[in-house]
């Protein structure tokens, strides 16, 4: 497992430098590690003079590697074109303070491949949303495969984001050869980005709308993506700070107490040896470790409902006999328990529901 990470990217041609700066310092304060800055959207119209944008973006770029950021910069030949930079001397790219150049429009696969080489030691990042074969076929021009990753795109219009079966098809890929992943969760409240529709710029659909630090859990909780980038600017203060408070390696739900929970009810819900067993069923997630370290506490019945839903914490009272002090947590709706062994001490918050599916045995 390589060391996870988080990062920002920027757009220059929406904001002053000032501006900019002050961003950058704002999520180095917070130990976010990665940039991402693309010229690609440069490139697209010809007829526009995009001289001082793109002057405004290298000076920020140098900035950024002057705090420390490893800078990725979305490239294609067009974009080359566009800079004066020849594929075959990548020099101006690195003198901006780039350290990874990622192919939106791919090259040929022996291109890729031999740039990999380059005597800068760039590192070179292929596009990992669509599912096809070129890693492949790079791989098959021997790359230098240290200096090889993937990132997938970042989709602002809503319902053209991956679906989860996709994006986990297209991480086996890179997965399975050992080269590190990235994926872009949204701001809320940023409004730049490279197109007119800039809120909410996730790689998977379903995170649209969760809060920016539930999309960075799933992300790293599927333990198929290695460093997790805001896609548009600029994220609040208060996002970035949520984001970068997140266990990136375990998996740690937010929960809402029941006013009514006991001493030993609060010792268990807050418990840190949590651990799903291995006999998995769809109803429920079954942690039987709180029953040994509380096995001398007494757990009264309370008044609890009989029927739970998804996200629900329950710990099984003293009418359940040796199974005392066992938490649950509640998979399905309308899920009815009437032997009176359960009471409800807690629910997750509904923010987090999606998180659940990551907890195995």
């Known amino acids: 497992m390589l060391k996870r990470k988080l990062g920002i990217s920027i757009y220059p041609e929406h904001a002053p430098l000032a501006e900019i700066y002050e961003y950058l310092k704002l999520a180095h304060k917070y130990e976010y590690e990665i940039l991402f ?22 000076q920020a770029i140098k900035y950024a590697h002057e705090l420390g950021f ?19 001397d990548l020099k101006k790219i690195k003198e901006m303070g780039v350290a990874c150049i990622r192919f939106d429009s791919p090259a040929s696969a022996m291109t890729l491949a031999n740039l990999t080489h380059n005597q800068y030691g760039l590192d070179v990042q292929l596009n990992m949303s669509g599912n096809d074969y070129l890693v492949d076929d790079i ?28 994006f986990q098809k297209c991480n086996q890929k890179y997965i399975t050869r050992k080269l590190e992943t990235t994926a872009f969760i949204g701001s809320h409240v940023g ?21 920016c630090a539930t999309q960075a859990k799933f992300l790293f909780y599927t333990n198929e993506i290695d460093n997790v980038i805001f896609g548009n600017a600029f994220a609040t203060e208060a996002e970035l700070k949520a984001v970068a408070e997140i266990d990136k390696y375990e998996i740690i739900l937010k929960v809402h107490p029941c006013d009514d929970n ?31 370290y509380f096995k001398k506490e007494a757990i009264k019945p309370k008044k609890t409902p009989t029927k739970f839903n998804q996200g629900d914490v329950v710990v099984i009272n003293e009418q359940g006999g040796s199974y005392q002090g066992e938490m649950h947590i509640i998979l399905q709706d309308n899920y009815e328990h009437q032997d009176n062994f359960y009471n409800l001490i807690g629910k997750i918050d509904p923010d987090q529901l999606p998180l659940l599916r990551f907890i195995h045995g």
Do not use: W
């Open 37 to 58: 800055v693309s010229f690609v959207h440069f490139a697209e119209d010809s007829t526009k003079d995009n001289t001082i944008q793109i002057n405004e973006t290298i």
């Open 70 to 88: 490893y800078v990725i910069t979305d490239i294609s030949l067009r974009t080359l074109k566009m800079l004066d930079i020849k594929i075959t």
């Open 139 to 166: 791989l098959s021009y021997q790359p230098i495969i240290p200096r090889l990753s993937g990132c997938h795109n970042f989709y602002a219009q809503k319902n053209t984001g991956l679906t989860f079966d996709f």
């Open 191 to 211: 409004n730049q980005g490279p197109s007119s529709t800039n809120k909410d710029m996730t790689t998977l659909e379903e995170l649209r709308y969760l809060s």
């Open 262 to 292: 006991s001493e030993v009810e609060m010792k268990i819900l807050d418990f840190k040896k949590h651990a799903r067993r291995e006999e998995s069923t769809d109803l429920l997630i079954r942690s039987s470790m709180s029953r040994y």
